[in-house]
């Protein structure tokens, strides 16, 4: 799952230059690790072009952005 996850985000970064991505449901995610692996990745891909990880974490849990946090940001749902 996570190589096809990973091929999914090479496919839109590459095919249609996309810039990010929203990660959607990561309050479900067991192993958070794999956001910084992500978001990396799609950092890697992009190449020299801005890249941002956004997640869609309810409730929103702030520990996923900031220094130390995976996500670029983190999608509100009640803004």
Avoid at 32 to 53: D, I, N, Q, S, T
């Amino acid at each position: 799952a996570r190589h096809f996850i990973k091929r999914k985000v090479s496919h839109w970064v590459r095919r249609f230059h996309f810039d990010g991505i929203r990660y959607d449901a990561v309050s479900q995610m067991r192993e958070r690790h794999f956001l910084h692996e992500l978001a990396a990745w799609g950092r890697e891909v992009a190449g020299a072009k801005p890249f941002y990880a956004i997640a869609e974490c309810l409730p929103i849990d702030l520990s996923l952005v900031g220094p130390d946090g995976a996500m670029d940001g983190c999608w509100n749902d009640t803004f």
